[in-house]
Nanobody, 123 residues
Protein backbone atom coordinates (compact mmCIF):
# COMPACT_ATOMS: atom_id res chain seq x y z
CA UNK A 1 0.00 0.00 0.00
CA UNK A 2 1.32 3.43 -0.99
CA UNK A 3 0.11 6.82 0.17
CA UNK A 4 0.91 10.27 -1.19
CA UNK A 5 0.38 13.16 1.19
CA UNK A 6 0.49 16.74 -0.09
CA UNK A 7 1.01 19.91 1.87
CA UNK A 8 1.75 23.59 1.31
CA UNK A 9 -1.37 24.90 -0.39
CA UNK A 10 -3.15 28.03 0.71
CA UNK A 11 -4.29 31.53 -0.17
CA UNK A 12 -1.82 33.99 -1.66
CA UNK A 13 -2.00 37.29 -3.50
CA UNK A 14 -1.09 37.57 -7.15
CA UNK A 15 2.68 37.76 -7.54
CA UNK A 16 3.27 35.71 -4.42
CA UNK A 17 4.85 32.31 -3.92
CA UNK A 18 3.95 28.93 -2.51
CA UNK A 19 5.82 25.66 -2.17
CA UNK A 20 3.97 22.39 -2.41
CA UNK A 21 5.33 19.13 -1.03
CA UNK A 22 4.25 15.56 -1.62
CA UNK A 23 5.66 12.69 0.42
CA UNK A 24 5.21 9.07 -0.59
CA UNK A 25 5.14 6.32 2.02
CA UNK A 26 4.38 2.62 2.19
CA UNK A 27 5.87 -0.51 0.70
CA UNK A 28 7.93 1.27 -1.95
CA UNK A 29 10.64 -0.43 -3.96
CA UNK A 30 11.33 2.61 -6.14
CA UNK A 31 9.62 5.67 -7.51
CA UNK A 32 9.82 6.43 -11.20
CA UNK A 33 8.29 9.62 -12.59
CA UNK A 34 6.59 12.06 -10.23
CA UNK A 35 4.34 14.88 -11.31
CA UNK A 36 1.99 17.64 -10.29
CA UNK A 37 -1.44 18.08 -11.87
CA UNK A 38 -4.07 20.70 -11.23
CA UNK A 39 -7.81 20.97 -11.63
CA UNK A 40 -9.47 24.36 -11.73
CA UNK A 41 -13.19 24.95 -11.08
CA UNK A 42 -15.21 23.30 -13.83
CA UNK A 43 -12.09 22.13 -15.64
CA UNK A 44 -10.37 18.83 -16.27
CA UNK A 45 -7.25 17.74 -14.41
CA UNK A 46 -4.17 18.80 -16.36
CA UNK A 47 -0.46 18.12 -16.05
CA UNK A 48 1.57 21.02 -14.65
CA UNK A 49 5.07 19.57 -14.33
CA UNK A 50 6.83 16.22 -14.16
CA UNK A 51 10.22 14.91 -13.14
CA UNK A 52 11.88 11.57 -13.83
CA UNK A 53 13.90 9.60 -11.31
CA UNK A 54 17.01 10.97 -12.98
CA UNK A 55 15.87 14.57 -12.62
CA UNK A 56 14.67 15.33 -16.15
CA UNK A 57 11.85 17.88 -15.93
CA UNK A 58 8.97 18.94 -18.13
CA UNK A 59 6.54 21.86 -17.74
CA UNK A 60 3.33 23.05 -19.31
CA UNK A 61 3.98 26.28 -21.21
CA UNK A 62 1.85 28.43 -18.90
CA UNK A 63 4.12 27.80 -15.89
CA UNK A 64 7.55 27.78 -17.54
CA UNK A 65 9.87 30.25 -15.84
CA UNK A 66 7.57 30.55 -12.80
CA UNK A 67 7.29 27.02 -11.37
CA UNK A 68 10.09 24.61 -10.49
CA UNK A 69 9.61 20.91 -9.81
CA UNK A 70 12.22 19.02 -7.81
CA UNK A 71 12.51 15.81 -5.84
CA UNK A 72 14.41 14.29 -2.95
CA UNK A 73 14.75 10.60 -3.74
CA UNK A 74 16.03 9.78 -0.25
CA UNK A 75 12.82 11.19 1.22
CA UNK A 76 10.48 9.96 -1.56
CA UNK A 77 9.29 13.53 -1.84
CA UNK A 78 8.49 15.83 -4.74
CA UNK A 79 8.20 19.61 -4.52
CA UNK A 80 6.64 22.34 -6.60
CA UNK A 81 7.99 25.84 -6.06
CA UNK A 82 5.48 28.30 -7.48
CA UNK A 83 6.54 31.91 -7.98
CA UNK A 84 4.82 34.88 -9.61
CA UNK A 85 1.47 33.28 -9.02
CA UNK A 86 -1.52 34.42 -11.05
CA UNK A 87 -5.27 34.14 -10.38
CA UNK A 88 -5.49 31.61 -13.21
CA UNK A 89 -3.21 29.29 -11.20
CA UNK A 90 -6.06 28.82 -8.74
CA UNK A 91 -6.85 25.11 -8.60
CA UNK A 92 -6.63 21.95 -6.57
CA UNK A 93 -3.12 20.60 -7.07
CA UNK A 94 -2.59 16.84 -7.10
CA UNK A 95 0.60 14.86 -6.74
CA UNK A 96 1.08 11.77 -8.90
CA UNK A 97 3.76 9.10 -8.73
CA UNK A 98 4.58 5.93 -10.65
CA UNK A 99 5.66 3.57 -7.89
CA UNK A 100 7.24 0.14 -8.10
CA UNK A 101 6.25 -2.19 -5.28
CA UNK A 102 7.38 -5.73 -4.58
CA UNK A 103 5.09 -8.72 -4.28
CA UNK A 104 5.42 -12.46 -3.87
CA UNK A 105 5.45 -12.91 -7.65
CA UNK A 106 7.74 -10.00 -8.46
CA UNK A 107 7.38 -6.25 -8.91
CA UNK A 108 4.48 -4.11 -10.05
CA UNK A 109 4.23 -0.49 -11.19
CA UNK A 110 1.11 1.51 -10.36
CA UNK A 111 0.09 5.16 -10.50
CA UNK A 112 -0.86 6.78 -7.22
CA UNK A 113 -2.55 10.09 -6.49
CA UNK A 114 -2.52 12.36 -3.49
CA UNK A 115 -5.67 13.80 -1.98
CA UNK A 116 -5.12 17.26 -3.44
CA UNK A 117 -4.27 20.62 -1.92
CA UNK A 118 -6.09 23.86 -2.68
CA UNK A 119 -4.15 26.80 -4.09
CA UNK A 120 -6.05 30.08 -4.33
CA UNK A 121 -4.50 33.19 -5.86
CA UNK A 122 -6.33 36.45 -5.29
CA UNK A 123 -6.06 39.41 -7.65
Amino acid sequence: QVQLVESGGGLVQAGGSLRLSCAASGTIFSINAMAWYRQGPGKQRDLVASITSGGFTNYVDSVKGRFTISRDNAKNTVYLQMNSLRPEDTAVYYCNAAVTTTHALGTMINNYWGQGTQVTVSS
